[in-house]
């Protein structure tokens, strides 16, 4: 009953004309802005900001929710159609949302990822709602060691969702972290890699690195070759976007395992949607019996992530709003707007301000309701733009890139980053380099460090007490055992592939 009174109160604030009207604001700002490419989360909310600097506390948090998880639809968009990630989550949406831009399945990839998102969401909700102190209470009892074996599950991960080797994955997984060791370090201080320059001291930008790899890269391998998208204007009309049974057939376990993986992952403190998304991708892609159609557009591979990304930022406002521990970047934007209002976040903020707390929770629905309307009459839309001439699209997006990348930090260097980035990422794509997991291990990287370092110190040294801990022991062996899987598995490919080439031909 007490539940059902905090919905009633809920409902009762986010139904307010003024609350809806910010939801309805937020949820269209952020659709709009995500998918202009290379503009994810963290800069539109960093552009947005201020505007909510003169609202209500309670219609200011509703209006930037509305705004982070629009620009989670939106950036989608931008991912499938152009494979440019506006944020780390969306970047393994590239990996099977191009693909299938590609084979003329645009739509289809859109209509998908919008109801991966309702459902995703809705079920981050739902845990947000009813296990909302429960969780918060679990992911307490995690300390620097356990934090850092599920980073170390999740590079380990990173290194086998791409189509390349385990070694190519495992060696862009340590190139990222090496990457990640540019700037100040956290606990002494000191400048590490920045050779006198200022610029570097703050390290290199998460949003600059996505979009130079995933984004310039593409503009630079695709500037002068023809498109092979099969893409034509009955890609638009709406029988062509319906999936077909086959496609339905194959979304729905993935879309609840990826549900449950984001919304485990997301209430965490300190993780946030990027890891969910990388690990909900390779949990398909290992149990899957036809793994080499990842990659090449398995509506699987599309699906899991996109619904881990939704349940995860849902349930990131967990550890955010119960524990004031942000659990990315822009919740740390979101934490700021609490304070400049004058909300304290912590265990007793539901207590204190129940109507802004279940107020939000159920502007969470209205706002994936908004969503859904709002985006599904909008795929023709989207789908449009790759009728555009690429030779006119490509200098637009660049310069949507370099301005997404200065307005996160207001630094110059930043779109130099971009830039040269941009020139990694093609490098790479020449190479037959995987970059997502290049990306994690740049996310994952510094964290990793953190952690080991504070686990170290309260073990006074000693790395046997580490790894002999119940929860970080368990999900250690656990990235031994799929280490040692997947580099068997290599192998023993690698074997039958020369036993293959060396066997001679039988034909008459």
């Excluded at 918060?136 to 300390?143: D, R, S, V």
């Excluded at 899957?288 to 398995?298: D, I, L, N, Q, V």
């Excluded at 740390?332 to 539901?350: E, R, S, Y």
Aim: glycine share 12%; charged share 10%.
């Amino acid at each position: 009953m007490e539940l059902l009174a905090n919905f009633a109160l809920g409902l009762e604030t986010a139904v307010t004309p003024t609350n809806l009207f910010f939801c309805f604001a937020g949820v269209f700002l952020g659709t709009f802005v995500g998918v202009i490419p290379g503009v994810g989360p963290l800069a539109a909310i960093s552009m947005l900001f201020p505007i909510t600097f003169y609202l209500e506390p309670t219609a200011a948090l509703i209006m930037l929710a509305g705004i982070y998880y629009g620009t989670t639809y939106g950036g989608s968009t931008a991912s499938i159609l152009l494979n440019i990630p506006g944020a780390t989550s969306s970047a393994v949406t590239c990996l099977d949302g191009y693909p299938m831009a590609k084979q003329g399945r645009a739509g289809v990839a859109l209509f998908m990822t919008t109801i991966a998102s309702f459902v995703g969401g809705s079920f981050g909700i739902i845990i947000l709602s009813l296990f909302s102190p429960l969780i918060a209470e679990y992911a307490l009892t995690f300390g620097p060691a356990e934090y850092f074996s599920l980073m170390v599950l999740g590079l380990i991960a990173a290194s086998t969702i791409a189509n390349a080797s385990p070694s190519k994955g495992l060696a862009m997984v340590v190139f990222g972290m090496l990457i990640a060791t540019v700037g100040t370090d956290s606990q002494s201080g000191v400048g590490r890699f920045t050779f006198g320059s200022m610029s570097l001291l703050e390290g290199f930008g998460i949003s600059a690195m996505a979009m130079g790899l995933f984004g310039v890269g593409e503009i630079l391998s695709s500037v002068g070759a023809t498109r092979d998208a099969k893409i034509d204007s009955s890609s638009a009309k709406l029988l062509n976007m319906l999936p077909t049974k086959d496609d339905w057939r194959r979304s729905w376990a993935p879309g609840l395992r990826g549900s449950s993986i984001g919304s485990f992952i997301g209430a965490l403190p300190g993780t946030g949607p990027s890891i969910a998304v990388f690990m909900a991708y390779a949990v398909e892609k290992r149990i899957s019996k036809t793994p080499e159609r990842f990659g090449t557009g398995a509506i699987e591979g599309l699906v899991a992530p996109e619904t881990a990304n939704n349940a995860a930022d849902q349930t990131a406002f967990i550890p955010t709003l119960t524990l004031g521990i942000p659990g990315s970047a822009t919740m740390a934007l979101m934490l700021g707007a609490l304070m400049i209002h004058g909300i304290q976040p912590g265990p007793t903020l539901i207590v204190e301000q129940p109507s802004l707390f279940w107020g939000l929770i159920m502007s969470f629905w209205i706002g994936n309701l908004l969503l859904l309307v709002l985006n599904l009459p909008l795929i023709g839309l989207w789908v449009r733009l790759l009728l555009i001439p690429y030779h006119y699209l490509y200098p637009a997006i660049l310069v949507f890139l370099c301005i997404g990348a200065y307005s996160v930090r207001a630094n110059p260097a930043d779109v130099l980053i971009v830039l040269g980035f941009g020139f990694v990422g093609y490098a790479m794509r020449l190479a037959d380099l995987p970059a997502a997991p290049l990306l994690l291990g740049f996310v994952l990287g510094p964290l990793v460090e953190m952690q080991f370092r504070r686990s170290m110190v309260l073990a006074r040294g000693d790395v046997i007490d580490v790894i002999s801990r119940p929860i970080a022991g368990t999900v250690l062996a656990i990235s031994l055992a799929i280490l040692v899987w997947t580099l068997v598995g290599a192998i023993v490919r690698y074997c039958h592939g020369r036993k293959d080439l060396n066997e001679p031909s039988t034909g008459k």
